[in-house]
Nanobody, 124 residues
Framework: VQLQASGGGLVQAGGSLRLSCVASGRTFSSYYMLGWFRQAPGKEREFVAAISRSGDTYYTDSVKGRFTISRDSAKNTMYLQMSSLKPEDTAVYYC??????????????????WGQGTQVTVSS
């Protein structure tokens, strides 16, 4: 499976971006959990959001109400709509696929496939 993330860029605080992640080689339906993680300079990779095969969504507290994760199985594409962006959202964002159960949705090591990352920079 190969993942291609896109949609990052430079945006002012309060702005919006939509990230996309396209999978090739295997369909999304083969994986239970699709997730977005991010890594800021000097920090560990952290969980942002995930969506299960059944459509259940999970978010880290800092993005709840601002970010929305979704999937289009027909297009084998996952999205992360980000609104009301803050400078602290600045990071490289990675999409990932994995069989993680909801209990461990935020555990990066349980995701077996990763995209290359897309840079999101939010200016103040």
């Amino acid at each position: 499976v190969q993942l291609q993330a896109s949609g990052g860029g430079l945006v002012q605080a309060g702005g919006s971006l939509r990230l996309s992640c396209v999978a090739s080689g295997r369909t999304f339906s083969s994986y239970y959990m699709l997730g977005w993680f991010r890594q800021a300079p000097g920090k560990e990779r952290e969980f942002v959001a995930a969506i299960s095969r059944s459509g259940d969504t999970y978010y880290t507290d800092s993005v709840k109400g601002r970010f929305t994760i979704s999937r289009d199985s027909a297009k084998n594409t996952m999205y992360l709509q980000m609104s009301s962006l803050k400078p602290e959202d600045t990071a490289v964002y990675y999409c990932a696929l994995g069989p993680a159960s909801p209990a461990v949705v935020a555990t990066a090591v349980l995701y077996g496939y990763w995209g290359q990352g897309t840079q999101v920079t939010v200016s103040s």
